[in-house]
């Protein structure tokens, strides 16, 4: 038998804070139906992320995708920036 190739989740989220040397803080935002009220809500979902270059900052939209856990926290992995902040003086 021949094992498939499992495919992994993937993300595109806000990084939240740098929180530590290889480690962000991201936020996925989402909008769901209230399941009795029906009003649509946002709902905001933390996670931590496995950096390995130090390479994404506060306000960062970056990609990222299920891996081994890191740490306790940490299972996701970081595959890259796709949107650098502009820092505004």
């Known amino acids: 038998m021949r094992m498939q190739k499992k495919e992994l989740k993937t993300r595109t989220v806000t ?38 270059h130090n390479q994404a900052g506060v306000g960062d939209v970056v990609q990222v995708a299920e891996s081994r856990p890191y740490s306790k926290n940490k299972s996701w992995r970081l595959i890259g920036v796709i949107e650098k902040k502009i820092a505004s003086e």
């Open 15 to 52: 990084v939240a804070s740098k929180s530590g040397d290889k480690s962000i803080k991201v936020a996925m935002t989402s909008r769901v139906k209230h399941p009795k009220y029906g009003k649509i809500i946002s709902i905001r979902t933390t996670f931590m992320v496995h950096d390995e």
